[in-house]
T-cell receptor
């Protein structure tokens, strides 16, 4: 299994541009997550999904959109990029029931710079 | 919502010594407490977790303790090695299966 894969690894955007960060998992996990990591600030949840067709906002969703059309894929869309979106973005997945948290598997991250 | 506080933010220890990182959480309904290790340039990886019905869990040199009354849990690493150098994150859910809230991380440096 490849686990959780993310593309691209690095990207530089100009202010106002848009892009999609790709995330794919091959573990048949039902839950998928997008986090951003800023220096010294830990991981902040942007959006998550409990299964295909279902998404929900996390702590910092403004400026982002997601979709979950398949179990495997969970792309994150940035519209009108702003310097405040400069960060490292991590995708994660887990196999969880409705009542129990379990281990999250993280991808290698995408380092995004908006200038 | 849940609030997770993690201390210290940086920790330096001599090789072979022990390291302890502490986290407090705010919601008494939280029931799952994982610890993640993040090496430079990589995504976080789970190293140990504990559920609220257990007070302590060990895995070789790593242990986690939970005090539900005081609402805090700690990571203990014994006989530290240079490869233990990394950033460690604690986390807790608001309750049940709600998404995890992560602490701000502790940068551990093991000095040979």
């Amino acid at each position: 299994n490849a686990g959780v894969t993310q593309t691209p690894k690095f990207r530089i955007l100009k202010i106002g541009q848009s892009m999609t960060l790709q995330c794919t998992q091959d573990m048949n996990h039902n839950y998928m997550y997008w986090y951003r990591q800023d220096p010294g600030m830990g991981l902040k949840l942007i959006y998550y999904s409990v299964g295909a067709g279902i998404t929900d906002k996390g702590e910092v969703p403004n400026g982002y959109n997601v979709s979950r059309s398949t179990t495997e894929d969970f792309p994150l869309r940035l519209e009108l990029a702003a310097p405040s979106q400069t960060s490292v973005y991590f995708c994660a997945s887990s196999y969880s029931s409705t009542a129990v948290n379990t281990e999250q598997y993280f991808g290698p991250g995408t380092r995004l710079t908006v200038t | 919502g849940e609030n997770v506080e993690q201390h210290p933010s940086t920790l330096s220890v001599q090789e072979g010594d022990s390291a302890v990182i502490k986290c407090t959480y705010s919601d008494s309904a939280s029931n799952y407490f994982p610890w993640y290790k993040q090496e430079l340039g990589k995504g976080p990886q789970l190293i140990i977790d504990i559920r609220s019905n257990v007070g302590e869990k060990k895995d070789q040199r790593i242990a986690v303790t939970l005090n539900k009354t005081a609402k805090h849990f700690s990571l203990h690493i014994t006989e530290t090695q240079p490869e233990d150098s990394a950033v460690y994150f604690c986390a807790a859910p608001f309750s049940g299966n709600t998404p995890l809230v992560f602490g701000k991380g502790t940068r551990l440096s093991v000095i040979a």
